[in-house]
T-cell receptor, first 111, second 114 residues
Framework: NAGVTQTPKFQVLKTGQSMTLQCAQDMNHEYMSWYRQDPGMGLRLIHYSVGAGITDQGEVPNGYNVSRSTTEDFPLRLLSAAPSQTSVYFC??????????FGPGTRLTVT | GENVEQHPSTLSVQEGDSAVIKCTYSDSASNYFPWYKQELGKRPQLIIDIRSNVGEKKDQRIAVTLNKTAKHFSLHITETQPEDSAVYFCAASSPPHTGNQFYFGTGTSLTVIP
């Protein structure tokens, strides 16, 4: 039981490049979410999904897309990277009792 | 939407003393209040949570209290140890499976001085 996994751990992009951050969970949780964490600002919700085929925007969705084709996977796509998207990204999976498990994070730098 | 405020932003205590971190929330529909501990370079990890039908919950040296009328909840760590040094986040949520979200405080950096 791996819990929540994320790849890659680190990534450097140039402005304008696109990429996909991968997230997977093996706990059969319906609810998954993506956060970004910036110094002094806590965790801010980017997008979330309450089940396969259903996604919705969080607090800071601009510049990001998500899809949820399976219960296990919830990838986050950066469409055209900008320096303002330099951050640490966490994927999370939430169980039926609301307990939330985070992945190990992806540290993204956009130059 | 929900707004969660957390205080203080930094806290230093002597080993063995108690530490208290406070959070307030704005949405009366919120009914789940978790606390997370995040060590440097690691992921946030759930350490304790409380639901709206309970006023207090304890787990060894950690306790959380909730005052729904005043819309505030607090984390209490007793007999602090150096390994308690980390950033602590509070959060508030309505049931996530109804499509509602987790809202986080901005974090408290706790330092326990040996």
């Amino acid at each position: 039981n791996a819990g929540v996994t994320q790849t890659p751990k680190f990534q450097v992009l140039k402005t304008g490049q696109s990429m996909t951050l991968q997230c997977a969970q093996d706990m059969n949780h319906e609810y998954m979410s993506w956060y970004r964490q910036d110094p002094g600002m806590g965790l801010r919700l980017i997008h979330y999904s309450v089940g396969a085929g259903i996604t919705d925007q969080g607090e800071v969705p601009n510049g990001y897309n998500v899809s949820r084709s399976t219960t296990e996977d919830f990838p986050l796509r950066l469409l055209s990277a900008a320096p303002s998207q330099t951050s640490v990204y966490f994927c999370a999976s939430t169980g039926a009792a609301y307990e939330q498990y985070f992945g190990p994070g992806t540290r993204l730098t956009v130059t | 939407g929900e707004n969660v405020e957390q205080h203080p932003s930094t806290l230093s205590v002597q080993e063995g003393d108690s530490a208290v971190i406070k959070c307030t929330y704005s949405d009366s529909a919120s009914n789940y209040f978790p606390w997370y501990k995040q060590e440097l370079g690691k992921r946030p990890q759930l350490i304790i949570d409380i639901r709206s039908n309970v006023g207090e919950k304890k787990d060894q040296r950690i306790a959380v209290t909730l005052n729904k009328t005043a819309k505030h909840f607090s984390l209490h760590i007793t007999e602090t140890q150096p390994e308690d040094s980390a950033v602590y986040f509070c959060a508030a949520s309505s049931p996530p499976h109804t499509g509602n979200q987790f809202y986080f405080g901005t974090g408290t950096s706790l330092t326990v001085i040996p």
